[in-house]
């Protein structure tokens, strides 16, 4: 009888453990990812939604086993994953109206609706950086500046927005709420444009005539000149002062480009300040003095935004250097007297992006002899490709490859074979737009389908943020509710700005974090801290990761549940 009495005891109590009522979900075990063949593919990424005030309640149970403890399935994918890190941008040119504003004196209302419908067309193409020009001939696209407003935008130099805005104030807040960083791209050799420009009474022109030359049709800064090199760096300060920038960019011009007939007209400079150097040497020993002053100027101010220079693309050719490249056209060494290898050598900069505007068919300099020489010769900074998406479908009998459609797509397709390459820049904002070709849906669909974060940059912030806490979730009539509280600051002060949020398919699902195809949103804004994945099956378990990013991307911990 006891054996009997015992035996139904036993039974009984086995009954009530599966019958028991669903607890809440827990806060869930955090686990190292574990790298492994992927399983089924992810929808596509939702909108995050904007954090309650309230909590809603759990309405059941999602885990009965700690994380750490589960096994996995083994279950393998048939193509490899896409790039988790690639920098992805535009550049958009300001000058002459290039890109933006599409004309001079455009309405304000217009101008904002523009760069809005740019930069929205940016976040559903897949990019996650734009390259603004906000100063192009000693103007300011920009209130808080020292120099006048430029005429590209109001049509009269000096001429400020009505109603008053401070346009670049506005394109960072649009970048940002996005997901898109926001570089500020500077020219920094010209005080006016044409003979034809508006040029403004306070115009720099007007108060240091000594500090120019005339070139070109073109009012230059003479970059022999101390005074000179320290205003210009100066201005940049300003604006890393004043404005939250993610980056700071130059492009190619430093010493004009050569015109048939003309001199540079710098020897008294020269002879003044030349410390028994060649002209030449002199000429790239004011351009190396200005890109370290440059980068002293931002990282005395911020020290976590970075400093890029797009230059042209051939340093030296190897009839020049035998060390140079296997090409044949003009080189930024003699041409521009820029030694854009030394900067990348010594890490002066933080990114290169050489505009190797070139097809694969260009016999004088084919693309890919070009990119093999940035791959040995990038340095110590990250190496973005410079594309010249304008070039699209206008091929000519010397460079026949722009006529072939699958000339841009090989070029993406080649670059992520290089593991020195880090991402790519498109010329320019226009040509997107304009879609030659089909490339804008050829990223769209293929190369930028899946979300991508900017490549770390570990020498300005090495430190991740602490993953989100309070990890809760609930089955909810729209689909599976994720809810979680802030990250708490890291370390280094940093908190986190934005979160991810990766699913994963199955009983015991293996992590896989280093693949983009498993992530369902981008949760922009550190208070965004509720998603609810409409697009999960109830029928399915899934276990989901939450981890969060800081301003440079540095990736915190996982924070992980099981949904079943």
């Not at 096994?71 to 988790?84: I, L, N, W």
């Not at 804008?440 to 912030?461: C, E, G, I, K």
Request: contains cysteine; charged residues 25%.
């Amino acid at each position: 009888m006891r054996s009997l009495a015992l035996l139904t005891l036993f039974l009984a109590i086995l009954v009530w453990i599966s019958c028991r009522q669903a607890k809440p979900v827990p806060v869930a075990t955090r686990r190292p990812s574990v790298r492994v063949p992927q399983p089924t593919p992810r929808p596509p990424a939702q909108q995050p939604v904007p954090a309650k005030t309230t909590t809603p309640k759990p309405t059941t149970a999602v885990i009965t086993t700690p994380v750490d403890t589960l096994g996995y399935d083994e279950v393998t994918f048939q193509t490899p994953a896409p790039p988790k890190r690639e920098f992805r941008a535009v550049w958009i040119a300001t000058v002459d109206n290039i890109d933006w504003p599409s004309k001079k004196g455009l309405p304000v209302a217009d101008q904002q609706r523009e760069i809005v419908e740019m930069f929205d067309m940016y976040q559903q193409l897949g990019l996650n950086a734009v390259i603004v020009q906000v100063r192009s001939a000693a103007d300011a696209f920009y209130a808080k500046s020292s120099e006048p407003w430029s005429e590209w935008l109001t049509g009269q130099q000096g001429l400020a927005p009505n109603p008053f805005y401070d346009p670049m104030e506005f394109m960072i807040e649009q970048a940002h709420q996005r997901g898109l960083e926001f570089h500020a791209w500077f020219n920094l050799d010209r005080a006016s444009f044409s003979k034809y420009s508006s040029i403004a009474p306070s115009n720099i022109m007007h108060r240091k005539p000594e500090w120019l030359l005339s070139y070109g049709g073109k009012k230059l800064f003479n970059l022999g000149i101390p005074a000179v090199r320290t205003y210009i760096a100066g201005i940049v300060a300003n604006v890393v002062r004043e404005y939250d920038v993610d980056g700071i960019h130059f492009d190619d011009y430093f010493y004009p480009y050569a015109e048939p007939g003309q001199v540079i007209r710098d020897d008294a400079t020269y002879q003044a300040n030349n410390n028994g150097q060649t002209k030449a040497d002199w000429r790239r020993d004011n351009v190396n003095k200005l890109i370290v002053e440059l980068r002293d100027s931002i990282r005395e101010n911020k020290p976590w935004i970075k400093f890029g220079v797009s230059p042209f693309g051939i340093w030296k050719n190897q009839a020049s250097d035998p060390e140079g490249s296997a090409t044949n056209g003009g080189q930024a060494y003699y041409d521009q007297y820029a030694d854009t290898r030394k900067w990348v050598r010594e890490g002066l900069i933080d990114y290169i992006v050489p505009q190797v505007y070139f097809s694969s068919e260009f016999g004088r300099v084919p693309y890919k002899t070009l990119v093999d020489w940035w791959c040995r010769n990038a340095g110590k900074v990250h190496l973005y490709i410079g594309h010249g998406a304008y070039r699209v479908g206008r091929g000519s009998e010397r460079d026949p490859g722009w006529w072939r459609p699958t000339e841009f797509p090989n070029q993406f397709r080649y670059n992520r074979q290089q593991k020195a390459v880090q991402g790519s820049v498109l010329f320019s904002a226009k040509n997107l737009k304009l879609n030659p070709l089909a490339i804008r849906d050829s990223l769209q669909t293929n190369f930028y389908r899946h979300l991508a974060l900017v490549p770390p940059m570990p020498w300005l912030d090495s430190i991740p943020p602490l993953p989100p806490r309070d990890l809760k979730a609930a089955i909810t009539p729209e689909g599976v509710e994720l809810f979680w509280e802030q990250s708490p600051e890291a370390s280094d002060g940093d908190g986190a700005e934005a979160y991810l949020v990766y699913r994963f398919e199955g009983r015991r699902p293996r992590l896989r974090l280093d693949d983009p195809r498993y992530i369902v949103a981008h949760c922009i804004g550190e208070g965004t801290t509720r998603f609810v994945d409409k697009t999960a099956d109830p029928k399915k378990k899934y276990l989901y990761a939450i981890t969060a990013l800081d301003r440079l991307r540095n990736e915190s911990r996982e924070m992980v549940i099981k949904v079943q």
